[in-house]
T-cell receptor, first 113, second 111 residues
C-alpha cells in the first residue's frame, strides 16, 4: 500500500490569492490524480498529473486556473489560482499503480473568503 | 467508462451483514468493478475490486453476477465504524486509469 500526505490540511484564503497544495507519496507510483469534493458532493476529477509532462485536465478544468506539477514519481502540487468563494472545497490527491487500487490523501480543506 | 447506479442510502444493524448493490449494465469486457468508501471528513479508502470472479479480502466480499451487469459488496459483520458513503466504480485497466465517481450509497450502521 501507499501512504499519501497532503499539505496544508486546511487553509482560509482571501479572494484573488493563490494556494499551492502539496501531495507526497511514500513510494514511486505510476499515476497521480487531483480531485475536488464540494460540500455534500461526490468527488470530481480535476486532472491526471503526468510525470515530466503537462497534466491532463478534465472537461471544465483549465491549466491557468489549476496548474499542476509532477517533477518525479512521488510528488505533485496543485495550485488553485485567483481564488473565489466558489473554489471553497476539499481537494484530494490520489496515487495508484496499474490496475490496482488508488490510495487517497486526507484532503486539503480550502475556504475562500 | 460505464456508469453505475446505487441506492442513495441504506441502514444496517450492527453485527449483521451489509449488502450494498450496484448496477453497471453497460460495463465492457475489460472494465473492472471497484468499491471505495469514504468515512466522514476523510479521504476515500479502497475496499476491493474484481473483473468477473467473486473476490474476498479482510474487509469485504465482492459478488459479481455472471453477466457482469451488477455486483454486491458484502460487509459480513458491520460495525459502527463501517458507517460511510460507499462508491461503486467501473473503470478500464491500465496506467491511465481514472475513476469517475457517482453519488454512492450512504450506509448507516445502527447499534
Amino acid at each position: 500500500s501507499a501512504v499519501i500526505s497532503q499539505k496544508p490540511s486546511r487553509d482560509i484564503c482571501q479572494r484573488g490569492t493563490s494556494l499551492t497544495i502539496q501531495c507526497q507519496v511514500d513510494s514511486q507510483v505510476t499515476m497521480m490524480f487531483w480531485y475536488r469534493q464540494q460540500p455534500g458532493q461526490s468527488l470530481t476529477l480535476i486532472a491526471t498529473a503526468n510525470q515530466g509532462s503537462e497534466a491532463t485536465y478534465e472537461s471544465g478544468f483549465v491549466i491557468d486556473k489549476f496548474p499542476i506539477s509532477r517533477p518525479n514519481l512521488t510528488f505533485s502540487t496543485l495550485t488553485v489560482s485567483n481564488m473565489s468563494p466558489e473554489d471553497s472545497s476539499i481537494y484530494l490527491c490520489s496515487a495508484g499503480q496499474g490496475t490496482n487500487e488508488q490510495f487517497f490523501g486526507p484532503g486539503t480543506r480550502l475556504t475562500v473568503l | 467508462d460505464a456508469k453505475t447506479t446505487q441506492p442513495p442510502s441504506m441502514d444496517c444493524a450492527e453485527g449483521r451483514a451489509a449488502n450494498l448493490p450496484c448496477n453497471h449494465s453497460t460495463i465492457s469486457g475489460n472494465e473492472y468493478v471497484y468499491w471505495y468508501r469514504q468515512i466522514h471528513s476523510q479521504g476515500p479508502q479502497y475496499i476491493i475490486h474484481g473483473l468477473k470472479n467473486n473476490e474476498t479480502n479482510e474487509m469485504a466480499s465482492l459478488i459479481i453476477t455472471e453477466d457482469r451487469k451488477s455486483s454486491t459488496l458484502i460487509l459480513p459483520h458491520a460495525t459502527l465504524r463501517d458507517t460511510a458513503v460507499y462508491y461503486c466504480i467501473v473503470s478500464h485497466a491500465g496506467n491511465n486509469r481514472k475513476l469517475i465517481w457517482g453519488l454512492g450509497t450512504s450506509l448507516a450502521v445502527n447499534p
